[in-house]
């Protein structure tokens, strides 16, 4: 059983009595009258996901039950051969990475973990990057770009790791330079924000040449609680900051930020993961195609284009 969002309520209640006509449907013929209120529970959450508002985008996008990148490792990629670790002083659990093939084409894909229970969300630091994570990006970067390999990056964190010890190790300095090697990369790279793209932990991955959402991820340079504490000095607000802030996939593509939406099941990927990991692959093998046979020259050319047209009005 899916775990339901706030919003969700209505569609909770009628799931709840669909459940309790299966049992007692054993002694009564109530066949139709089930298929009745399955169909009107479908047609009420298509409507709900139809019309959500910012703040319940950012609800979806942080679902503990959307996939993650070993989700989309398992479903995506074939071949996968993982890399760890920086080089310099340790292998960020947060930030992972490696070799693998999407639609047949050889890429390093790199991508935040957030985990998906207690343990393991402990191990992954909910997704939230140290300075050795970025250093182990730009490490695996470089890589793809002396042997030609595109990259790909999947996107999904609420912010690099805030501590006193990733800002000692230099996180600022570290996100810096992730973000330049992006966009000095010599070979085609596409970024996909697949849940939450949160500041500069997330550009830090995602300078890309293409940059996809699902259709109902969030990417923006503050939390809306954050935005809201700063604003209004209560994260009571965050529904009025996510509206503010312009975060959805819908406005972002409006923006000219996100290139493509990739379209998710009715009620969001954590519904049909399946389904959702099979889009974004299709999704991303056709940007590549796209990008292919460009030289480095204008790939760089094309993402430093790309990113300084932003914001101009």
């Not at 999407?102 to 909910?126: C, L, P």
């Not at 195609?289 to 430093?304: F, H, N, P």
């Amino acid at each position: 059983m899916v775990a339901l969002l706030e919003f969700e309520k209505p569609v909770a209640e009628l799931q709840a009595r669909i459940a309790e006509l299966r049992d007692s449907a054993d002694t009564v013929n109530i066949g139709p009258e089930i298929e009745k209120l399955e169909a009107k529970a479908e047609k009420l959450l298509r409507e709900t996901y139809a019309k959500l508002t910012p703040w319940q985008k950012t609800q979806v996008a942080r679902h503990p039950e959307r996939p993650h990148f070993k989700h989309f490792i398992a479903d995506m990629v074939d071949d996968f051969m993982p890399l760890a670790g920086d080089r310099a002083f340790a292998d960020d659990q947060a930030i992972m990475g490696g070799l693998g093939r999407i639609g047949g084409r050889r890429v390093m894909i790199i991508g935040h973990e957030k985990g998906d229970d207690t343990a393991s969300r402990i191990k992954h630091n909910f997704g939230m990057g140290k300075p050795e994570g970025y250093r182990k990006a730009i490490r695996l970067m470089e890589l793809a770009d002396r042997f030609g390999v595109p990259v790909v990056t999947l996107v999904d964190t609420s912010g690099a790791f805030p501590g006193v010890q990733a800002e000692e190790r230099g996180q600022a300095e570290a996100i810096a330079r992730s973000t330049e090697k992006c966009l000095e990369l010599g070979v085609p790279m596409v970024a996909a924000i697949v849940g939450e793209g949160g500041s500069g932990g997330a550009v830090a991955l995602a300078a890309a040449n293409r940059v996809l959402m699902f259709e109902h991820a969030v990417y923006s340079v503050i939390s809306p609680e954050g935005c809201a504490s700063i604003l209004w000095r209560t994260s009571e607000k965050a529904a009025d900051a996510a509206e503010a802030m312009r975060i959805t996939a819908q406005d972002l593509q409006r923006l000219g930020i996100a290139d493509e939406i990739v379209p998710e099941p009715v009620g969001g990927a954590h519904r049909s993961s399946t389904e959702a990991i099979s889009a974004l692959g299709k999704a991303i093998a056709k940007s590549l195609d796209a990008l292919a046979g460009k030289d480095a020259v204008a790939l760089r050319r094309e993402r430093r284009e790309k990113f300084l047209a932003m914001g101009v009005l």
